[in-house]
């Protein structure tokens, strides 16, 4: 019997690698990773990444979890409302499209907000805000995006949501556009990976999703605003470069962890990967930064995940 099974294994396919025969589909299902609904992971149920408080790693094309922990923590979206925002726009929107700023809009955003500086009646491209919004992480270009798709921030919100559930988030409850702090604003790792999985569809969403610099320029052709991102995986300079990752955005809560939200590609595989609540790291005297967080994490997800795994 022992031999017969030896002869036999190397003729069935790896489990749970989202094929489309029913055989494998079957073993699929067996190993529990099969959708982003799944409880469990190719990779398994232990920690893996230390230093985070939930994590994803998800193949988008066979629809399989590679690797979870805590998916389903309540979080702060923070700036991964910004993904929702850029969505939207990009479904619904033109990026040719003239926007007036209206100081009642700009006016909703604190001082201390990360912001492009807009000033009331400003003339701007749909196109300038959403680069401003992902590139610079401008908060007020995100709530007169929301004001020009429509018509008010609560109505945006509305849409918010409906794209949300459209993405089957289960979760999920935005209240504005931008993610900067608000009652009943939350959602999940899990229903961020459905969210990216849906934009991902739209070449507009991955383009901005994945840009590192923009431009303003005036009507004389001088330069605006010059925006270059922070995100360190995406930055080329960055010793946290990846060129593994085609799009990012960050968020950081206000105890000072960073969560980083990122599409990714090796060969024909592509992956979302969420890192959540990942704290800096810092030298002896407690205020030096030593390492900062979620972006070694993230790298160490793609290594685990990424090396040997084939669909």
């Known amino acids: 019997m022992i031999l017969c099974l030896l002869l036999v294994l190397p003729f ?4 749970a690698l989202g094929a489309e025969t029913g055989q494998d589909a079957d073993m699929s299902a067996t190993n529990g990773s099969h959708t982003i609904e799944a409880q469990s992971s190719l990779l398994g149920s232990k920690q893996l990444i230390e230093n985070a408080e939930s994590v994803i790693l998800y193949d988008i094309a066979s629809d399989t979890m590679i690797y979870s922990w805590n998916p389903d923590q309540q979080i702060n979206p923070g700036s991964f409302t910004k993904i929702m925002t850029l969505w939207i726009a990009a479904e619904e929107g033109n990026l040719s499209d003239v926007v007036e700023v209206r100081s009642e809009v700009i006016a909703t955003i604190s001082k201390d907000a990360v912001s492009m500086d807009l000033k009331p009646s400003e003339i701007l491209t749909l196109e300038d805000l959403l680069y ?3 590139v610079g992480s401008a908060n007020d270009a995100a709530a007169v995006i929301a004001d020009h798709m429509a018509g ?3 109505a945006f919100a509305d849409k918010m949501n409906q794209y949300a559930q459209k993405a089957g988030c289960t979760h999920t409850n935005f209240v504005n556009a931008h ?3 608000a009652e009943n604003q939350y959602t999940t790792p899990r229903d961020v990976t459905r969210i ?5 569809q739209n070449e507009t969403f991955r383009e901005i999703f994945g840009a590192v610099y923009y431009r303003m320029d005036d009507e004389q052709g001088n330069a605006k605003r010059v925006m270059n991102t922070s995100n360190n995986l995406l930055d080329a300079e960055s010793v946290y470069y990846d060129s593994r990752i085609t799009g990012s ?6 105890d000072g962890k ?4 990122s599409l990714a590609k090796e060969g024909n595989l592509e992956v979302i990967s969420i890192i959540t609540g990942s704290a800096n790291k810092y030298e002896a005297d407690g205020y030096t930064e030593r390492t900062p967080g979620a972006y070694p994490e993230t790298k160490q997800l793609l290594d685990l995940g990424l090396t040997g795994y084939k669909r």
């Open 132 to 134: 401003g919004m992902m």
């Open 249 to 254: 955005r960050t968020s950081a809560s206000s």
């Open 179 to 181: 993610g900067l702090q």
């Open 12 to 15: 069935f396919p790896q489990a």
């Open 196 to 200: 990216i999985a849906a934009a991902a």
């Open 258 to 261: 960073r969560s980083v939200a």
């Open 152 to 154: 008010s921030q609560a």
